[in-house]
């Protein structure tokens, strides 16, 4: 299958800051394309020269389409939606309806965001969900073979979140729009992606699937998670090198998960045992001394 957009050896600079260097890479139509990393990691810059608010200083984009109708093609959310304050729900829809020459059926569109009750609220007394829902609904109104999402969640609780990510996969699946999104939260990147692009200081340090990430970077090592029956047989811990306490439960990585579940069941003597796979957390951790902050965002500490 011919991809929609390729991005071939693309740098951006801002004075003598590098945003993005030398970064080539490919979006297929269908797919979800996560892009995820640090504050400052190039993101937005990223998602900017791929819809052309800005021109990359070397490398090129190529689109499946004729980027002379660029616009007729994609639909971008950035990462503020401002709105009219007094602007009611159904003004905006109308409004990017005649700006786009769109003959979309606006009332299916909005029952189908569960925003028909919401056709006369001002834009600013909708919820953050609702007001992020209408964001998206925005982005496909002129029907677009594929939408940029910039952090779309960011402020949302966790209840919003989900509901904005279905509606994502359901857009995805059903409309077959794909979908270009950024991301600090490395759940929602695992739940919506299909391939994710790890940016770290302008430059990608990891293109494929979650799972291929998971694998390349775990090197196969399974997280074995336990109490002690008795806290007196901790000794018995002390061959394990990579074992490690948190809270009152003991965890030891090990590629040889069999062999140390049997040694401590019949001779350490545990209890409440969780077998674990590493996650993309781990990943990232491994990738560039990431981690994560209280609202699960990737934070970014230089060594
Ligand atoms: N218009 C600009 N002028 C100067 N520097 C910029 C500009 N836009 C971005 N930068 C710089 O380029 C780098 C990449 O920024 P970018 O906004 O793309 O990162 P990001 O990953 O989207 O970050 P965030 O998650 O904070 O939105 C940062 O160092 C940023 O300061």
Redesign the pocket.
Known sequence: MKELIKVNNLTKK??D?V?LKDISFEVQPGEILGIV??????????VNCMVDIYKGDQGSIEYLFDKKSMYDHIGVQM?HSYFEDNAKVIDICKLYKDLTNSDVDLKALLKDFGLENEEKTDVNKLSGGNRQRLAILLTLIHQPDVIFLD?LTTGLDPLARRRVWEKIKEINKEKEVTVVL?S?FLEEIEYLADRIII?NQ?EIKYLGTVTNAIDTYSDGQKVIEFQLKDNRASFKLLKYNTVELTDDRYQIKTKEEEKVLIDLLSNVGIKNLVLKSPTLEDVFLKIAGYSLDKEGKVCYEEA
């Open positions: 801002f004075g800051k945003a990393g640090h504050n400052g990691a190039g993101k937005t810059t990223l990462q952090e950024t600090h940016l302008g």
